[in-house]
C-alpha cells in the first residue's frame, strides 16, 4: 500500500450540496457505521457527515505503521480533500483528531468525545494489557475481543443494532489489534502535558465526557481546559460507555454549536 493511498471505509449522510460539512472517526476498532445514530438527528439532517473507519480498523487495509501521528496525518488529508468544517472523534478517534489540532494539520472546530489524553486515564487493566502484548503476542488481543460481547450487553442500543455492532469489531484481526493498541498507549505517554499542547493550537475545542463510564480527564487536565478560552468542557450527565450511540442527542447539540463557530469564520 502507497503511504499516501488510503483506501477509506466511509459512511456517509446528508445533501450532497450542503454548505457545511463533518468528519467522524470512530473508537478504536470500531467502523464508520458505529456513528449510525448520531448521523441519524435531525438537528443535523441539512449536514454533510462522512464517518470514516480509522485504517486498518475492522479489517480494513492497514497503514505504514499504527501510529496515532501517522493516522492523523491520513485523516487530516481525508478532512482537507472533503473540505470538511468541523471534526468529531471518539476515544482513540479523538485522540487522532486532538493530533491533528495540535498539529496545526486541522484548524477547523474539533469535537472530541470520550477522549484519553494521558495514560492515567486509561483504566490500569487495559493499560496492562496492551503491554501484555510485548510478551504474549496477539493473545491478549484475541482475549479482549472476546470480552466486548459481555462488556456491551448494558449498551443502550436495540439487540439488532448492537449485534450488528459486535459484527463490526469481530472484523478486527488480533494481531492488527495488538499493533493499534501498542501505537494508542505509547502516544498518550508521549507529551507531559497534552491539555497544553491542545490548549495551545489556538482551535476552538469541545471535549465531552460522561460523569461515569467512557475514561475522564486527570485533575491537572481538566483544570487546563475549564482555563483555556478555546475549550469547552461538557460533561453528560449518567454513566455512558458508548457515547455516540447512547447519547446522539447530545453530541448532536455539540456539533451543532461547533458548526455555527466554523460558519462564523473563513472557509
Not at 52 to 65: I, K, Q, V, W
Not at 129 to 154: E, I, T, Y
Amino acid at each position: 500500500m502507497d503511504p499516501t493511498d488510503v483506501a477509506w471505509d466511509l459512511a456517509v449522510a446528508g445533501p450532497a450540496g450542503a454548505r457545511q460539512a463533518v468528519l467522524l472517526l470512530p473508537g478504536g476498532l470500531n467502523s464508520a457505521r458505529s456513528y449510525a445514530e448520531v448521523m441519524a438527528e435531525p438537528a443535523l439532517a441539512g449536514v454533510r457527515l462522512l464517518a470514516a473507519t480509522l485504517p486498518g480498523h475492522c479489517g480494513t487495509a492497514p497503514p505504514e505503521d499504527f501510529t496515532v501521528g501517522t493516522l492523523a496525518r491520513h485523516t487530516a488529508r481525508l478532512a482537507e480533500e472533503r473540505s470538511v468544517d468541523v471534526v468529531v472523534g471518539f476515544s482513540m478517534g479523538a485522540t487522532v483528531a486532538a493530533e491533528m489540532v495540535a498539529t496545526g494539520a486541522f484548524t477547523g472546530p474539533t469535537v472530541l468525545l470520550g477522549i484519553s489524553m494521558s495514560p492515567a486515564d486509561e483504566p490500569a487493566f487495559f493499560r496492562a494489557l496492551c503491554r501484555l502484548g510485548d510478551v504474549l503476542g496477539p493473545l491478549p488481543s484475541a482475549a479482549l475481543l472476546k470480552l466486548m460481547g459481555p462488556a456491551s450487553k448494558g449498551m443502550r442500543v436495540p439487540p439488532e443494532r448492537r449485534a450488528e455492532l459486535l459484527r463490526d469489531l469481530r472484523r478486527n484481526e488480533p494481531r492488527a489489534v495488538r499493533r493499534i493498541l501498542r501505537g494508542y498507549l505509547d502516544h498518550l505517554g508521549t507529551h507531559e502535558r497534552p491539555a497544553v499542547r491542545l490548549c495551545a493550537a489556538g482551535v476552538p475545542v469541545w471535549v465531552v465526557h460522561a460523569e461515569k463510564g467512557d475514561g475522564g480527564l486527570t485533575a491537572d487536565e481538566r483544570r487546563t481546559l475549564d482555563a483555556c478560552p478555546h475549550a469547552t468542557v461538557v460533561t453528560v450527565p449518567g454513566s455512558s460507555f458508548f457515547l455516540p450511540n447512547e447519547e446522539p442527542g447530545r453530541i448532536a447539540d455539540v456539533l451543532v454549536e461547533a458548526l455555527a463557530v466554523a460558519g462564523a469564520g473563513p472557509r
